[in-house]
């Protein structure tokens, strides 16, 4: 299976400051036909399920702020919240969709405000 | 707009078989596959399993196999997902969720609000 890590575990950021969140997989997850990376970005409030932020490592969903967006390759992914806003307070997955089944997730990432 | 409704909390004995439904509306049920998504409290995500509603084909995450069977009726677009022989690292909630291709394997861009499943004696 693949393995998803993020880091840091935890992320106390100040309002409008940046947000930098990292996700690193144990296995490539680009695809040789397309060169599309299969990796997706989620946001889990409090109560709520996730929702989809950003998909194909860097494409923001419709009516995703664009104060947020993916960048990375291969194994080595990065999502970031230009400047933040207290609605931002979630916890934040990563996720890779190319080596299924199993799909796996990051460990996730809570983010604060400082 | 694309709604997954599913079923409301569950409390189960050790042992016991759970059955927790998700109900589709506001797109065509048959062309999105149907994923499962388990949470314990204050844990991350863990997939449980996806189901092909156009053929009724499943696919499950090992730790399940031998438990676990996911149904469809196409006559209501409901999805079911029932898990059997349950013990208490089973307590969590479990949300349904749309794959976004009905052919590949891709990511899940709609959610149900999730259902509580608690298993204690």
């Known amino acids: 299976d693949v393995v998803m890590t993020q880091s840091p575990e935890s992320l106390a950021v100040s309002l409008g400051e940046r947000a930098t969140i990292n996700c690193k997989s144990s296995?490539?997850?680009?695809?040789?036909?397309?060169?599309?990376?299969?990796l997706a970005w989620y946001q889990q409030k409090p109560g709520q399920p996730p929702k989809l932020l950003i998909s194909?490592?860097?494409t923001r969903e419709s009516g995703v702020p664009d104060r947020f967006s993916g960048s990375g390759s291969g194994t080595d992914f990065t999502l970031t919240i230009s400047s933040l806003q207290a609605e931002d307070v979630a916890v934040y997955y990563c996720?890779?969709?190319?080596?299924?089944?199993?799909?796996?997730f990051g460990q996730g990432t809570k983010l604060e405000i400082k | 707009q694309v709604l997954l409704e599913q079923s409301g909390a569950e409390v189960k004995k050790p042992g016991a078989s759970v059955r927790v439904s998700c109900k589709a509306s506001?797109?065509?049920?048959?062309?999105?596959?149907l994923h499962w998504v388990r949470q314990a409290r204050g844990q991350g995500l863990e997939w449980v399993g996806r189901?092909?509603?156009?053929?009724?084909?499943?696919s499950f995450a090992q730790r399940f196999q031998g438990r676990l069977s996911m149904t469809r009726d196409t006559s209501t677009s409901t999805v079911y997902m029932e898990l059997r022989t349950l013990s208490s690292d089973d307590t969590a909630i479990f949300y349904c969720?749309?794959?976004?291709?009905?052919?590949?394997?891709?990511?899940?861009?709609?959610w149900g609000q999730g259902t509580q499943v608690t298993v204690s004696s």
């Open positions: 996720q890779q969709y190319y080596l299924t089944p199993p799909y796996t």
């Open positions: 969720a749309r794959d976004s291709s009905g052919s590949n394997d891709y990511f899940f861009d709609y």
């Open positions: 194909w490592a860097s």
């Open positions: 296995q490539s997850v680009i695809h040789g036909a397309n060169n599309k990376n299969y």
């Open positions: 506001g797109y065509t049920f048959t062309n999105y596959y």
């Open positions: 189901i092909n509603p156009k053929n009724g084909g499943t």
